[in-house]
């Protein structure tokens, strides 16, 4: 995947995907040490107010971070990121009461929801044309990273450790649990602060000449002016004394389309002179209802709330409960293989996604998902031993763990920044996944008393029609982005 690129551009987006790491880390931390946190901040049932209070504090840090990109830039917004994550994670892990965790993961949340649209940009506007959507695929493999530490780190409770002796005192296991966050939001500030800015981003705001310079140090010997802007070829022909070659990026070729999606649609004049003017501003909330961008808008809010309907944070916030009502003896080892399962298939996704493409990838997920969980509403429902039921619920549930990982997860991130003009790409970008936190907030509040009121099979029976509704829907709407420019694009979807 990585042959002919330099190594910088892979040290960038590991910097970069140290946000993603973080984002699952929050979210997963809780699955095993939820009890433990209850009993000794005063007792009660909190696990829902502390899910709830960093869902609904991302879907606001989503809002924010888009415009903060347009900006600042992608990669200077992600920096400053890590001070909300590094400030979460420490008022969580000294909280002795309720008030300071909830404190610590609302700060955790607004960086969580950031890193969210932050991520994925800085990647889709780094990242070649022929490793784009394994680049970009990356961004849900990171999440399942963390997500799957949060799990490992927590597997002491299953052997009955709660507390580690520290300097002579007894420290709670989750306290431990919260401090290891600090470790990846202090490296990303040391590491991210040293790579490129978005070359889309300096374009944008009228620095041609260090675009050319950030891709030619971020693509290496792939890297031809003539297959980029006007504007960088310009700048790249200042920079080497030699006369710009213009009109290369019509030719043809698939190399020809590498940034496109990303500087190809930035028009304008100036083409001749390495130091521009900046583009356009990007334009506010207002624009988004412009009807020319309704098509787009539609597509890029359907994505992130199918994902949500699909029912993935039920498995992913509820799973150890669901297992345990399964009848599963070990309900944190079967959140463990759920977390391993993910984590496997996403980087199969990332292999596959430049080859089959995003869109028979999706519908491939979505059909797969409601056929899982139909068959764990069936195995909760008929009369089945409960020494099989739980090994078959399972296997259910790695199933649709497979199939989500395989579209329905790293697919609405990806696909957004590749739909999206660059005109609206911080505001539209930002609302649509705000969409995902918000949705997620829903899912994660009213799952329990669907459970309660359904029970396991209903719940997930009612699941299964959504994703079924998201595949029909997603059939007559989507349009294959693999391998495609701008141009093509938004001449399908912008009027």
């Not at 959504?466 to 141009?487: D, G, P, W, Y």
């Amino acid at each position: 995947m990585g042959k002919g690129y330099p190594l910088l551009l892979w040290l960038s987006a590991g910097a970069c995907l140290l946000g993603s790491v973080q984002f699952g880390y929050h979210i997963g931390i809780l699955n095993t040490s939820e009890p433990y946190v209850e009993a000794d901040l005063g007792g009660g049932q909190q696990g829902a107010a502390l899910v709830g209070v960093l869902i609904a504090a991302a879907t606001l840090g989503s809002l924010a971070a888009g415009r903060a990109a347009d900006r600042l830039g992608p990669r200077t917004a992600g920096v400053l990121n890590n001070a909300l994550l590094l400030a979460g994670a420490a008022c969580s892990m000294c909280a002795g009461r309720l008030a300071p965790m909830l404190l610590g993961r609302a700060l955790a949340g607004l960086g969580c929801g950031a890193a969210s649209v932050l991520v994925p940009r800085y990647l889709a506007e780094t990242a070649p044309l022929a490793i784009r959507g394994a680049l970009g695929t990356l961004a849900q493999v990171f999440i399942n990273v963390g997500i799957l530490a949060a799990y490992l780190i927590g597997f002491p409770y299953e052997a009955g450790a709660a507390s580690v002796q520290l300097l002579g005192h007894e420290v709670a296991w989750w306290r431990i649990m919260f401090a290891a966050a600090l470790g990846p939001a202090l490296l990303q500030s040391a590491t991210l602060a040293l790579c490129p800015e978005s070359p889309a981003w300096l374009l944008r705001v009228g620095r041609a000449d260090r675009a050319a310079r950030a891709l030619r140090r971020l693509h290496g010997p792939a890297f031809r002016p003539e297959d980029h802007h006007p504007k960088v070829r310009a700048a790249a022909a200042a920079a080497t004394g030699q006369p710009a070659v213009m009109g290369a990026a019509t030719g043809g070729s698939r190399q020809a389309d590498a940034e496109q999606p990303l500087l190809g649609s930035l028009a304008g004049p100036g083409e001749g002179q390495a130091e521009v003017q900046p583009e356009a501003e990007h334009l506010g909330w207002g624009a988004l209802r412009a009807p020319r961008y309704r098509r787009v808008m539609v597509l890029a809010a359907a994505l992130p709330l199918a994902q949500q309907a699909s029912g993935i944070n039920t498995v992913i916030f509820f799973s150890t409960q669901v297992f345990q009502q399964a009848g599963l003896q070990s309900p944190i080892l079967g959140s463990i293989a759920m977390g391993a399962t993910n984590l496997a298939f996403t980087v199969v996704a990332a292999l596959l996604m430049d080859r089959a493409g995003r869109r028979v990838l999706l519908l491939t997920s979505f059909a797969g998902m409601a056929a899982c969980l139909a068959a764990l509403a069936a195995v909760m429902r008929l009369p089945i031993p409960q020494a099989l039921g739980g090994p078959a619920s399972l296997g259910c549930v790695l199933g649709y763990m497979t199939f989500f990982a395989l579209g329905a997860g790293p697919i609405p991130y990806l696909y957004m920044p590749e739909v999206l003009p660059q005109e609206i790409m911080g505001t539209a970008q930002a609302f649509s996944t705000s969409l995902n936190w918000l949705s997620n907030l829903v899912v994660g509040s009213t799952f329990p008393a669907m459970l309660a009121a359904l029970g396991i099979s209903g719940s997930y029976l009612v699941y299964a029609a959504l994703n079924v509704a998201a595949f029909i829907f997603l059939e007559a709407r989507m349009v294959e982005t693999k391998q495609r420019s701008a141009e093509s694009i938004q001449a399908e979807l912008v009027e």
